[in-house]
């Protein structure tokens, strides 16, 4: 008994300890007396509520006390330093060959070990439990043996319906070759690492997911089984397809762009007549484009209204005083942004250098609306009117900006500009059809 790894002690009949072993000496933290101390060699004992245990209400006296054998009594014993041992104790009755008591066996079990695998095991299963992903277990035969909340969110089957069932429920036919492939690797003790793959739900739909499969040992390390671990990619595949076709969107606006501004390069081109001049209106016309980009990116390129559009144009040349802008909240496309943000900065320009916006007394009045044609097509309408300013001279009748009015804006926006020099300043008239111009309410959303 001196060289057995648990804790072992007997006494006589009246409970006085007779022999211990080194295990036993061990787990008390102390040295009982031997014919002295009675009952067990602990320091102290505790029942399992801490609550103090007195030594004669321990198993081993209850067993000698009452002539019966105690099966895995439980206690805790406190060492002289303090540090709590919980174990079970396993008393068993000595007798003569006459059949009469002459002591007792205590077999003492150290709990430590088996308590931290309980506790193990329970965080381990509130882990499971609480996981945000679909954990399921299966044995070797692909039989579901365990089923997570989550499993029954994600798939749609209760734990009831699925575990004793085949995992293939949840695969589709086209891919039932991945089960015999995993539970090949699984015999083999490989793990399987994360792969995307398609599941199936309960109502039969189909979704993206990404699987880990891990292979599942028994005590002596042979494998019983496998878990898998399922998580919901559907909305990282969307969201990969709006990058994708937000990408696409965004190369379509920049050709755009590049194409506005070489327009504008080769325009300014023919009407400048220095390299100075033509480096500083080119610097204009593009820090006006950036205005209206600026626009666009702050309402996540959905477009922008006409009211702020103008706004953005014309604040650097009129005091809001002198400009009135009215018509009904219209939501522009991006290309309308951009082609009527060159418009209104041409006009805006050309009424600060020779127009309106030049005279102290001078304002300048835009509206614009949308109403039907004819033929029934909705057609946006919009105006320039210049009021109290100088008489036009002939450098306000031509150049870029008039290139821009009459045809590269009207143009881009499938419709026509009508340009006038009146008396007072310029009035500007652009009509279009509002598919080209308006954002419709499903594109906003």
């Known amino acids: 008994m001196q060289a057995l790894p648990v804790a072992v ?3 006589d009949r009246q409970g006085r300890i007779s022999f211990f072993n080194e295990a036993a000496a061990e787990l008390w933290g102390h040295r009982p007396r031997l014919g002295e101390d009675l009952w067990c060699g602990s320091w102290k004992l505790r029942h399992l509520d801490g609550r103090t245990m007195p030594h004669d209400e321990c198993p081993m006296a209850i067993a000698l006390r009452e002539e019966r054998e105690v099966r895995w009594g439980r206690a805790i014993a406190e060492r002289p330093n303090g540090e709590l041992i919980p174990f079970s104790a396993h008393p068993v009755l000595l007798r003569d060959e006459a059949g009469k008591i002459i002591g007792a066996i205590n077999t003492l079990l150290d709990l430590r070990t088996q308590t931290q695998a309980d506790e193990a095991r329970t965080r381990l299963a509130a882990i499971v439990d609480s996981s945000m992903d679909a954990i399921v277990s299966k044995d070797m035969n692909s039989i579901i043996t365990s089923w997570n909340d989550a499993a029954e969110r994600l798939f749609g089957y209760t734990a009831a319906e699925a575990v004793g069932q085949s ?35 309960k109502d039969g739909s189909r979704f993206p997911v990404s699987l880990t499969v891990s292979p599942i040992r028994d005590g002596i390390g042979r494998i019983i089984g496998a878990s898998k671990i399922a998580r ?48 500083e209106q080119v610097r204009e016309r593009i820090l006006a484009l950036s205005q209206s980009h600026d626009l666009l990116v702050n309402a996540e390129w959905r477009g922008a209204t006409v009211g702020d559009l103008v706004k953005a144009q014309t604040s650097a040349f009129a005091a809001h005083s002198r400009l009135s802008a009215s018509g009904p909240e219209i939501m522009l496309q991006p290309n309308a942004v951009q082609y009527l943000g060159i418009a209104f900065h041409e006009l805006a320009t050309n009424s600060a250098k020779h127009g309106a916006l030049s005279d ?10 949308v109403g039907a044609a004819p033929d029934g ?43 006038e020099f009146a008396r007072e300043g310029m009035n500007w008239a652009l009509e279009a059809p509002a598919r080209f111009v308006q954002t419709s309410l499903a594109d906003i959303v």
């Open 9 to 11: 002690y007997t006494t």
């Open 167 to 201: 995992v293939t429920m949840l695969i589709p036919r086209d891919h039932l070759d991945e089960e015999v492939s995993i539970i090949s690797r699984i015999r083999a003790g490989e793990s399987v690492p994360s792969y995307e793959t398609i599941r199936q739900r």
């Open 232 to 279: 919901d990619i559907s909305s990282h595949k969307e969201s990969e397809q709006r990058i994708r076709l937000l990408m696409r969107e965004v190369n379509h606006r920049v050709k755009n762009q590049y194409s506005v501004i070489i327009s504008m390069i080769r325009e300014t081109g023919k009407q400048a007549t220095t390299p100075k001049i033509f480096l």
């Open 360 to 369: 102290h007394d001078g304002r300048v009045e835009v509206e614009w609306g």
């Open 377 to 419: 097509e909705q057609v946006f309408s919009l105006t320039w009117r210049e009021h109290g300013g100088p008489p036009l001279d002939e450098a306000a009748r031509g150049g870029f900006g008039s290139v821009v009015l009459k045809r590269i804006a009207p143009q881009a926006l499938g419709g026509t500009g009508q340009l």
